[in-house]
């Protein structure tokens, strides 16, 4: 099963796919103001584009576990693009220190330090929710 993975951000999202057994997590070019019309029709087109069955979004709790303003962006932005993708499973994850985990793989030249932070932290995202489901 082929999944992407968005990590949300109202200015950028990273972006990471699986390859087709679910074991690696690949970061792609993020998408610029996934909100707008010309953003979420990128988001859709590759959801298209890589038959992803399923999406995970980055779920930006705050460290006790709290929703914040972020986080309820992002449930927001969630429910429209598993209105948009029609039949394709839109799930939220915990993303918390996805984007640490990301900043040090660009400081340490770890997990492809050229991609984007944003798509690195999606990385990350997609394969802890791999590590945590797809094998059950």
Same mark, same amino acid.
Do not use: N
């Given at each position: 099963?082929?999944?992407?993975?968005?990590?949300?951000?109202?200015?950028?999202?990273?972006?990471?796919?699986?390859?087709?057994?679910?074991?690696?997590?690949?970061?792609?070019?993020?998408?610029?103001?996934?909100?707008?019309?010309?953003?979420?029709?990128?988001?859709?087109?590759?959801?298209?584009?890589?038959?992803?069955?399923?999406?995970?979004?980055?779920?930006?709790?705050?460290?006790? *576990?709290?929703?914040?303003?972020?986080?309820?962006?992002? =449930? $927001?932005? @969630?429910?429209? !693009?598993?209105?948009? +993708? #029609?039949?394709?499973?839109?799930?939220?994850?915990?993303?918390?220190?996805?984007?640490?985990?990301?900043?040090?793989?660009?400081?340490?030249? *770890?997990?492809?330090?050229?991609?984007?932070?944003?798509? =690195? $932290?999606? @990385?990350?995202? !997609?394969?802890?929710? +791999? #590590?945590?489901?797809?094998?059950?």
């Amino acid at each position: 099963m082929r999944v992407l993975a968005l990590d949300y951000g109202s200015a950028r999202c990273g972006v990471a796919v699986s390859d087709p057994s679910g074991v690696l997590a690949t970061p792609l070019e993020p998408v610029l103001k996934p909100r707008g019309r010309r953003g979420m029709g990128e988001i859709l087109a590759r959801v298209r584009e890589v038959q992803a069955e399923r999406v995970i979004v980055g779920l930006p709790l705050s460290l006790s *576990g709290g929703d914040t303003d972020q986080t309820r962006e992002a =449930r $927001a932005f @969630a429910a429209v !693009l598993e209105r948009r +993708l #029609d039949g394709v499973q839109v799930e939220l994850y915990d993303e918390r220190f996805t984007t640490r985990l990301a900043q040090r793989d660009g400081e340490s030249g *770890g997990r492809s330090p050229r991609a984007s932070e944003d798509s =690195r $932290a999606a @990385a990350h995202l !997609l394969s802890s929710w +791999l #590590d945590r489901y797809a094998s059950a």
